[in-house]
Nanobody
């Protein structure tokens, strides 16, 4: 069982930056691929970033590549999403999630554990 708690959301102007953090409970954090997803009102949950258990491989969709950076600290059971050059279309609730293994990291249905979400609002 893994419990995830996100923090760091808020309101920012377009072009600004935010840093989201997710702290996990449990002793096997490094065994999980960690992902970030987002969901805007009326839209499906969207993959944003993922990082393998040992931190060696990162994944991003084109919509955030070059602007967002995912990282993890296994000693602190923490995964972070640094978001730069934010756009109004980045506005959504952002969720941290944990996947045992790493197959289909881009699919929300692959993840067994989810945080409660944190709101990110980007004003134009």
């Amino acid at each position: 069982q893994v419990q995830l708690v996100e923090s760091g959301g808020g309101l920012v102007q377009a072009g600004g930056s935010l840093r989201l953090s997710c702290v996990a409970s449990g002793r096997t954090f490094s065994s999980y691929t960690m992902g970030w997803f987002r969901q805007a009102p009326g839209k499906e949950r969207e993959f944003v970033a993922a990082i393998r258990g040992r931190g060696g491989t990162l994944y991003y969709p084109d919509s955030v590549k070059g602007r967002f950076t995912i990282s993890r600290d296994n000693a602190k059971s923490t995964v972070t999403l640094q978001m730069n050059s934010l756009k109004p279309e980045d506005t959504a609730v952002y969720y941290c999630a944990a996947l045992m293994g790493g197959n289909y990291y881009y699919s929300a249905s692959s993840y067994a554990y989810w945080g409660q979400g944190t709101q990110v609002t980007v004003s134009s």
